[in-house]
């Protein structure tokens, strides 16, 4: 079996003395749609960040396709895509100049970049506001704009936090139809999310974490046991 991401006895404590991460395992298989979900403060942010070498883990290995993290930094780096839940481009450039400057920093030149970019500015729905400031986007249009950035550079592994965050339902639809396809085509993605439908319409495997531990985790259907994932999540995180 081929994994995208092994997390083994994962800690994080934090300089000011919170324990993040008390030992967390972690197997995501290449290809897979899996969803991390848990409460806000569970450890979920945490997990992505060390993923996407934003936070130092305490201990702990984690590799990304075999590639180990701080041996392999660079490679690693190449392989993500990381849709972050907060808006985090300047809003006075332009769509179009966000994503090529995203291409830049994965050394690709603006003739090599293009195609990729146009293509996924039709795809995303951008296309029309490629010249616009982005901010006259829509909220559900920054979303979309996050994504098209994290994926100019074709990685392998899309890490989603929160994507759909103050999206309206047409466009929530619009782009579950564009990630499955994405997943489909081979792009392994980790979503969090506390949209619980989202993640049970998205996902095949699942795992939540509360207080820094996994509590649960599996296909979606071993996790659900014949109830709903609201139902399931509820009575882990309350435990």
């Known amino acids: 079996m081929k994994y995208a991401v092994q997390l083994e006895k994962i800690h994080k404590t934090y300089d000011s003395g919170t324990v993040a991460l008390k030992g967390i395992d972690l197997h995501i ?16 942010s945490t ?4 993923l996407a070498q934003l936070v130092r883990k305490t ?3 984690v590799s990304i396709f075999d590639m180990n993290i701080e041996q392999q930094s660079l490679e690693v780096k190449a392989s993500i895509g990381l849709v972050p839940q907060e808006f985090n481009f300047n809003i006075f450039e332009k769509v179009e100049d966000i994503v090529y400057n995203q291409a830049g920093y994965y050394g690709l030149t603006r003739n090599e970049a293009k195609p990729e ?4 500015l039709l795809a995303l729905g951008l296309d029309g506001k490629r010249k616009s400031k982005s901010m006259e986007l829509s909220g559900g249009m920054k979303r979309r704009l996050m994504i098209a950035r994290a994926l100019v550079h074709k990685p392998r592994l899309l890490i989603l936090d929160e994507p ?7 466009l929530r639809l619009e782009m579950w139809d564009f ?7 081979g792009t392994t993605i980790i ?11 998205l996902c095949r495997h699942i795992a939540i974490i509360d207080k820094g531990e996994i509590r649960k985790g ?4 071993e996790v659900l046991g014949g109830k709903s994932l609201e139902e399931v999540y509820l009575d882990i995180i309350k435990k």
Do not use: C
């Open 29 to 44: 298989e290449q290809g897979d749609f899996f969803a991390l979900l848990g409460p806000n403060g569970a450890g979920k």
């Open 47 to 50: 997990t992505i960040g060390i």
């Open 59 to 61: 201990s702990g290995e």
């Open 117 to 120: 970019i146009d293509r996924l």
């Open 164 to 170: 759909t965050a103050g999206v309206d339902v047409e």
């Open 179 to 185: 990630l499955k396809e994405l997943n489909q085509n």
């Open 191 to 201: 979503l969090t999310t506390h949209y619980l439908e989202e993640a049970e319409k």
């Open 218 to 221: 599996g296909t979606m259907s």
